[in-house]
């Protein structure tokens, strides 16, 4: 199956927006240089992005903010279709197009390259009904609906959007969704959890991340943008394996991870981490060999950092060979921060991620979350050089998927 990258610059419309003290603490070198924020949770800074929208940000986001779509090029020469008025032009893979009104781009003397997705989430479903839903992504020119199935941990009472033993079910609206996609020829992904499963914590709470807080020099449960369960806990996966199993069984085109599959630099000392490093390599994980001290990874760092991304990878087959055991066509897509394309080293060392690794793990697609506007404000550029960025991220992951 050939893999293909795509990047999505797609703001979709949100719905939501923006523990315990372990062992002793420790003298710690450094911590690694301040990472640029990810394109969530941050909220009254001006910029609306991650889970934010004007219903829930105004301060953030303009009323009426609405995504910008594109179609990517992996390599070559491509053919560009302009999807308003019908014009045709040529541009080289490096510089992406990108318009108000999607561009349906193919590869010159090649198969056609055509992923235009809507990353939908559950209070657009529910404002706007599954009719109405998919009738407004047509019209728009997509063909594939990546659509939300699970809470954000801050939701009350957080569950799932369909029929599972394995996890709390809301209501299953992904049954309702898919019964209006399919007649209208629209692909459909669920857009899935994977480390970030409230209701699993709330049970156990010892399987959580653990992380070490640099301000307060002791390790801490449960850090990060999202509250998550260690990848290292087998217990643990073998539970994911059964939830996703459950996904596997409806009529699915695909499956997005969604973006909380990542550990942290300083990130995870749990127990059952601990103890699998230690197995590995004959030491316990100490944050003070991790690190010099002017915050840069040693030797032993380096080689902690890569075992955690191989691990991260391990977890991600083990999800996608359970899915295709019950469904062989599954295809799989791994949401991913602009800095494990554009800053390899970076995404590593903060995420866990590696763009390589992840093309080499059986995934169909790696999707990109190049937000162009948080990218400009982060690092001070025009949206105009923004953009220009996101086409050296397709023409490097292309060269990855090679």
């Known amino acids: 199956m050939k893999r293909i990258v795509v990047c999505f610059t797609l703001l979709s419309v949100l719905l939501v927006a923006c523990q315990l003290a372990g062992t002793p603490s420790v003298v710690t070198p450094t911590p690694p240089a301040a990472r640029p924020s990810p394109a969530r949770g941050y909220c009254g800074d001006g910029s609306c992005d991650g889970p934010e929208n004007p219903q829930n940000r105004p301060a953030d986001c303009e009323a009426g903010e ?33 318009a108000e009104v999607p561009i349906v781009c193919r590869r010159a003397g090649s198969e056609t390259v055509d992923l235009r997705g809507a990353q939908v989430e559950l209070w657009t479903l529910e404002e706007l009904g599954p009719a109405e839903l998919v009738r407004q992504v047509a019209a728009a020119g ?22 599972t033993e394995h996890a709390p079910v809301k209501e299953d609206l992904l049954s309702a969704l898919l019964a209006q996609a399919r007649p209208a020829g629209l692909r459909v992904f669920a857009w899935m959890t994977t480390l970030n499963l409230p209701w699993v914590l709330q049970e156990h709470p010892d399987w959580a991340i653990v992380g070490y807080d640099w301000d307060k020099e002791q ?93 991260l990878m391990e977890v991600a087959r083990e999800i996608m060979e359970a899915v295709r055991s019950i469904n062989p066509g599954m295809e799989f897509g791994l949401d991913a921060y602009w800095e494990t ?36 404000k982060e690092d001070g550029l025009t949206i105009e050089q923004a953009l220009d960025l996101l086409g050296l991220m397709t023409k490097s992951l292309s060269e990855k998927s090679l």
């Open 219 to 311: 390790y801490t449960l449960a850090m990060g943008w999202y509250r998550r369960v260690s990848p290292f806990v087998p217990e643990f996966i073998d539970y994911l394996k059964g939830l996703y199993q459950d996904l596997a069984r409806y009529d699915l085109d695909g499956i997005m991870f969604q973006d909380d599959l990542y550990l942290g630099d300083n990130e995870d000392f749990n127990y059952y981490a601990a103890s699998a490093y230690f197995e590995r390599f004959g030491r316990w994980p100490r944050i003070e060999r991790f690190y010099d001290d002017k915050g840069n990874p040693t030797a032993e760092g380096e080689e902690w950092i890569k075992w955690k991304a191989e691990r």
């Open 341 to 376: 394309v554009l800053e390899p080293e970076n995404g590593r060392k903060w995420f866990s991620q590696d763009a390589r690794l992840a093309l080499e793990s059986k995934f169909d697609y790696l999707i990109v979350m190049s937000y162009h506007r948080s990218l400009a």
């Open 66 to 98: 609405q995504a910008i779509d594109f179609s990517t090029i992996i390599e070559g020469e491509v053919r560009c279709v302009d999807g308003e008025t019908g014009a045709e032009f040529l541009q080289p893979a490096e510089r992406l197009r990108v």
């Open 142 to 163: 997509a063909n594939l609906i990546i659509l939300r199935v699970f809470d954000y941990e801050d939701e009350p009472n957080p569950g799932v959007y369909f029929r």
